[in-house]
Structures are given as structure tokens and as C-alpha cells.
């Protein structure tokens, strides 16, 4: 025992003043993260950050929503015009294996800088984990989802595949409208 009356080896529980319950880290971390969760919907960036990373620095190590947390410090960083948040949504989603938000977050940062090969990247992952993420399917239709080169052999960026290319969904514009769509092919000398 010490001179307070605590016993030091054979108390097992951690429920002395030094260390909070697991029960309460858990509350105290998801009370941060809903808070960060409104101020993100406002759009007020920092403010979430710093609940978002309150909520990273209060759940134990083992807790299933840390990279969810962490994610969600990454993406209001990059918001904010930090782009060392976007190394934080970077490490979240190498570490999960199950939240697709975590990807979300990821490629919405990634966009937000320009970065779209990368945001492409973690939408496929993400959708991979689950292919009826409702936000992961929206922003790739966003986004557009290129289509693969007409001529595989040859580089998407020759001649026959640009004009191939463009020729192909000038067509299927106009099966999907129902309307022509003026010719592509005529200008195609001006677009190198």
C-alpha cells in the first residue's frame, strides 16, 4: 500500500485517480468526435481538428474508431490549409481494414489538393471493403471514372485512342440524351 491507502501491485481495475475507467476514455473520446462532428458540419475546420484529435489523444489504442478519428483530423487540416493533415489521413487509412469513412476522408482530402490518381486510389480500396458505401459511390461518380483506352497496347495520350476515345462517347452521349452532340472529330486537329 501507499501512504494514501491504494494498493499498488494487486489492484488490477486502474480505477484508482491515475487512470479513468476504459468505459469513461471510450464516452470521453466519442463525446469529443460527436462535438468535432458538428463543428465539421459547420465548416468551422480547426475547431472540429482539435476535437477530432482530442478524441484521438482520450480513446486507448485498441479502439475500433481511432483511425476514424484521426481521419477526421486529417480531412479538417487540409480544410483548414494544413497540408500536413493530409500525412495523417494517409497513415489512418494504411491502418484500416474495416471503416470506409476512413477512405472517404482520405480521398476527399486528396481531392482537395489536387491529388486525384490518389483520391481514385482510395475510393477503389474503400469501395473494395464495401461496395455499397453510399459516399464512397457518389464521389466517384463525381469525380468520373475514366474509361480504359480503346487501343490497350498503345498509351491513353496516342493519337487513334484520344480520337477513338472521343469518338466512342460522342456516341454514347447521344444514346444517353437521345440528342446529337456536335462532332468532336472535326476540332480534333486542335486539341494536342
Known amino acids: 500500500m501507499d501512504r494514501h491507502g491504494n494498493t499498488i501491485f494487486g489492484d488490477t481495475s486502474m480505477s484508482g485517480s491515475h487512470y479513468p475507467a476504459p468505459g469513461d476514455r471510450v464516452r470521453a473520446a466519442r463525446e469529443a468526435y460527436d462535438l468535432g462532428l458538428a ?6 475546420w480547426k475547431t472540429a ?11 486507448g489504442h485498441d479502439d475500433v474508431h ?11 487540416e487540409v480544410c483548414s490549409g494544413d497540408i500536413s493533415g493530409l500525412n495523417l489521413c494517409r497513415r489512418a487509412a494504411s491502418m484500416e481494414t474495416i471503416q470506409t469513412r476512413v477512405f472517404l476522408n482520405l480521398a476527399l482530402a486528396e481531392l482537395r489538393l489536387r491529388h ?27 469525380m468520373g471514372v475514366r474509361r480504359s483506352p480503346l487501343l490497350p497496347f498503345l498509351k491513353r495520350e496516342h493519337l487513334l ?25 472535326a476540332n480534333a486537329h486542335l486539341t494536342r
Open 116 to 142: 486525384r490518381k490518389r483520391a481514385c486510389s482510395a475510393v477503389k480500396i474503400g469501395l473494395s471493403i464495401d461496395h455499397t458505401e453510399p459516399g464512397l459511390l457518389k464521389l466517384r461518380e463525381r
Open 39 to 44: 463543428f465539421y458540419r459547420k465548416k468551422q
Open 161 to 185: 485512342n484520344r480520337l477513338l476515345g472521343r469518338y466512342t462517347w460522342q456516341r454514347l452521349q447521344t444514346r444517353q440524351t437521345g440528342r446529337c452532340v456536335e462532332p468532336i472529330l
Open 66 to 76: 481511432l483511425h476514424l478519428y484521426l481521419s477526421y483530423q486529417g480531412l479538417c
Open 49 to 59: 481538428a482539435r476535437h477530432f484529435a482530442e478524441a484521438d489523444r482520450k480513446c
